[in-house]
């Protein structure tokens, strides 16, 4: 079991990244390059949360499920695909006609995984200060608060955010991108990743990075993130990546202990679907004491 818990966090993204570039290899469409890695990777972490559980009390209710899926289906899938939409028909609209050229400094001929891991590493630079800003200011923080809402973290309340939320961050990481011109199976990939490590950052099963905590955002690091005190979550804000976390030292990963109590001061803040759409915009909603 130790080794498992070692080797399955990366074993398992590597293999959604293989299988993605094997697809688009063998002529698959982007829709099936695409969802199958992601498909059968989030499986695969369910599954693995009934192995090998970092807290069995952490496993959720019929209620949290139902809701949880509510805003992944909504807030983490629907939405986005909307936002991407609307903005390559505005790109190509308000271009249409005109002599516009794909920005020449990004490298469109190199390998795909070298444009993606360039891409990411962009992303996480920008989506750091995004989410250092979400924590450390009042008007973002009470958007953002819905995602520090849940008492325990499991796979599916990695969508658990407010359309508002999830709008800034399609500005700092989709949107640039898509503008930039950027090929869609480089895209593809960034997706994978995405999704599969999302899922896996909050997801509920054991596992023992090493040295990799000081390279990627993964379980052992994100946890500390959703910790009820402020003095612990306001660290680890690296979406897939914490080398940023490092380089400005809001890098948090303490020895010998385990995270407490997680979500926020409020224990008895608004859960559900409707409720949270409209909770930050009730002040300090989210410190009520119990």
Not at 36 to 55: D, F, H, Q, S
Not at 185 to 200: E, P, Q, T
Not at 214 to 239: A, F, I, Q, T
């Amino acid at each position: 079991m130790t080794l498992l818990r070692s080797a399955v966090y990366p074993a398992l993204l590597l293999a959604c990244v293989i299988g993605n570039l094997a697809l688009f290899h063998m002529g698959a469409g982007v829709l099936v390059a695409t969802y199958v890695p992601v498909t059968l990777g989030t499986l695969l972490i369910l599954a693995l949360e009934g192995l090998l559980p970092y807290r069995p009390d952490w496993r959720p209710s019929r209620a949290e499920v139902i809701q949880d899926s509510t805003f992944l289906a909504l807030v983490h899938v629907v939405l986005p695909k909307v936002l991407a939409a609307t903005s390559v028909f505005v790109i190509v609209d308000v271009l249409n006609g005109r002599d516009w050229v794909v920005a020449s400094w990004w490298p469109h001929d190199s390998p795909v995984p070298a444009q993606t891991v360039l891409m990411v590493l962009i992303v996480d630079g920008l989506r750091y200060w995004l989410h250092r800003l979400s924590h450390e200011w009042e008007p973002l923080w009470r958007v953002h608060a819905v995602h520090h809402a849940p008492q325990r973290l499991y796979t599916l309340n990695v969508g658990r955010f407010h359309p508002i939320d999830k709008g800034l961050q399609f500005l700092f990481d989709a949107l640039p991108f898509i503008a930039l011109g950027l090929r869609e199976d480089v895209l593809s990939l960034y997706f994978v990743w995405y999704a599969v490590n999302g899922f896996f950052q909050h997801s509920n099963v054991d596992v023992r990075l090493g040295w990799l905590n000081y390279v990627v955002s993964g379980p052992e690091l994100h946890r500390w993130h959703h910790s009820m005190r402020k003095e612990e979550s306001n660290h680890n804000y690296g979406n897939h990546l914490i080398v940023w976390d490092v380089i400005f030292g809001s890098r948090y990963l303490p020895d010998n202990r385990a995270v407490g109590a997680l979500g926020l001061a409020n224990r008895r803040y608004p859960s559900g679907f409707v409720d949270q759409m409209t909770a930050p915009f009730t002040p300090d909603l989210d410190k009520q004491p119990v």
